[in-house]
């Protein structure tokens, strides 16, 4: 299965930024929508940002509305996430995957993605 490679990861002090980069390794036709997910230890998959590539709307949950902006570039087709505003609780391994469906209204829901990669490391630590 197709993975992609996310990048960009880091530490930073509560406050500051980071922008990660996922590079889909085969964006398809039938590709529909690409997210950002997130787990911290002890915790589930969370996704918090989804970009529909049909109509290019995004969604974000309301753990990083305000704070994390996602958005792609289709020269490279590479999908960022800019991140400010940083806290502790942010700290998990972030990840990207792709879906066949569209973006839902109702939420990122891991198990409608796939293609998932290693991850890159966010920490916010003072």
């Known amino acids: 299965q197709v993975q992609q490679v996310e990048s960009g990861g880091g530490t930073v002090q509560p406050g500051g930024s980071l922008r990660l980069s996922c590079a889909p390794s085969?964006?398809?036709?039938?590709?529909?929508?690409i997210a950002w997910f997130r787990q911290a230890p002890d915790k589930e998959r969370e996704g918090v940002a989804a970009?529909?590539?049909?109509?290019?709307?995004?969604r974000y949950s309301d753990s990083v509305k305000g704070r994390f902006i996602t958005s792609k570039d289709n020269a490279n087709n590479t999908l960022y996430l800019q991140m400010n505003s940083l806290k502790p609780e942010d700290t998990a391994m972030y990840y990207c995957?792709?879906?066949?469906?569209?973006?839902?209204?109702?939420?990122?829901?891991?198990?409608?993605?796939?293609?998932w990669g290693q991850g890159t490391q966010v920490t916010v630590s003072s």
């Open positions: 995957a792709v879906s066949v469906w569209r973006c839902s209204d109702y939420g990122i829901d891991s198990r409608d993605f796939s293609g």
């Open positions: 085969a964006l398809t036709s039938s590709t529909k929508c």
């Open positions: 970009f529909d590539i049909s109509d290019s709307t995004i």
